[in-house]
Nanobody, 118 residues
Framework: QVQLVESGGGLVQPGGSLRLSCTASHTIFGSYAVAWYRQVPGGQRVMVAHSTVSGTTKYSESVKGRFVISTNRKNMVVLQMNDLKPEDTAAYYC?????????????WGQGTHVTVSS
């Protein structure tokens, strides 16, 4: 069973930066698509950044140009968050998935909280 563990969350002022890391218990990111989601209390989990196995990335409109997803294609995924805004406050979750013989395999981290406030 693969475990994903996020770290790097915390309190930051508007305009500041944070770097979230997601470490996997196994070397999987060379064959799994990866993504970062976020969720506010009472809200749905929403994808903010995604990277395919080949490295193609996409971002939600709300973070495009400010957030960057990257992976070492082994066991770590990073979300670099710049120019943070109060509306970026949320719990952030790492996600990995692939399809094996037609069956999806997916893993979630436990989340790390980000608060953007002055």
């Amino acid at each position: 069973q693969v475990q994903l563990v996020e770290s790097g969350g915390g309190l930051v002022q508007p305009g500041g930066s944070l770097r979230l890391s997601c470490t996997a218990s196994h070397t999987i990111f060379g064959s799994y698509a990866v993504a970062w989601y976020r969720q506010v209390p009472g809200g749905q989990r929403v994808m903010v950044a995604h990277s395919t196995v080949s490295g193609t990335t996409k971002y939600s409109e709300s973070v495009k140009g400010r957030f960057v997803i990257s992976t070492n294609r082994k066991n770590m995924v990073v979300l670099q968050m710049n120019d943070l805004k109060p509306e970026d406050t949320a719990a952030y979750y790492c996600y990995a998935n692939r399809v094996v013989f037609g069956r999806p395999k997916e893993y979630w981290g436990q989340g790390t909280h980000v608060t953007v406030s002055s």
